[in-house]
């Protein structure tokens, strides 16, 4: 039987989940996107790619005792919706490199960076190079922010194009290359990312996509463009997770993470489980769809349901303070660390 605790952290959650969706989906900085369905909430699942990968994994392992090599560039939406997502990758990237120089095999690590707006725009592409001076490529984006756009898709195949081709690419057989295109919105119709998949193939880059809470709201078609190019690479689409944190008046907590347009709650105890992704919480248990709700009245919150999955008699006003970190609390870390983690294994294999 569920607590009494547990029954006001489900509650809170439900009442709060249309606000929260909101918050997140329709800030003052949104883009002019089609409204993503808010639909009875699943688990979010990567379909597996119909696309037969182009080879992008290094020709030869690393021996024991060599130095292994890693590129790992950003490919970034910089227009005006993506300032969390910007300032997680400026304030993330030195830890996320030395936590990578501290495994096994221990890589030289280089990072770039290209960033990418849209035409009629202060810039259409921006391009940092590699460097392996970690400070010196903090230094060089710090001043990067999120402006332009507003018409919904953006110039991600120029921004892909200058990554792949603009970017001087270690082509050395020990390297891993790794390239990461984190957006929120999806490329022009006319836009042609199989060929800029071709050519990261033909470079051995692998290029993984990262979408932002945004992309979910063009539906399939505006996904499919990146589950394809990571598909085609050897690749992997993640949609992140952004966290926010729910406080009744007596002190009672809710975690909720929005992933894919969807709203869920964390039931792990574990503080920083919901990093995992909304997608490995269900799997394992630690996370539910947010509850329907059943109508507003000015009773009192009842749980129903064999797995009080529905809330019925909502009044919650004044009650619940929403604790909004924005979209810059986000996994976005934990995804690029662990796709790198997982490159770089291949190379002491």
Known sequence: MSTIKDTALLAITAALAAHTIVSLVYGPAAKSAPPPAIAEAT?????????????????????????????????????????????????????MVAKLSSGQPKPVVRVGLVAYRDTGDAYVTRVFPFSADIDKVVKDISALDADGGGDGPEAVDQGLHAALNELQWDSGKKTARLLYVIGDAPPHEDSNLTAEARTAAAKKICVSAISCQGLDGYGAEGLKPFREIAALTNGTFEELAYRQELVDSEGHRATLVVSGGKTYSVKSTDKDAWKSGATDLVAHGEAVPVPSLQGATNGTIIPSGSDASVICGVNTAGTVRVVDSGRIDNNMEDVMLKGAQDLMSKLSK
């Open 43 to 95: 688990a979010v699942r990567v379909a597996e790619p119909t696309a037969t990968p182009l080879a992008s994994i290094p020709d030869a392992p690393i021996s024991p005792g060599k130095h292994a090599r890693l590129d790992l560039a950003f490919c970034i939406d910089t227009t005006g919706s993506m300032q969390g997502e910007i300032n997680t990758v400026k304030a993330k990237v030195k830890s």
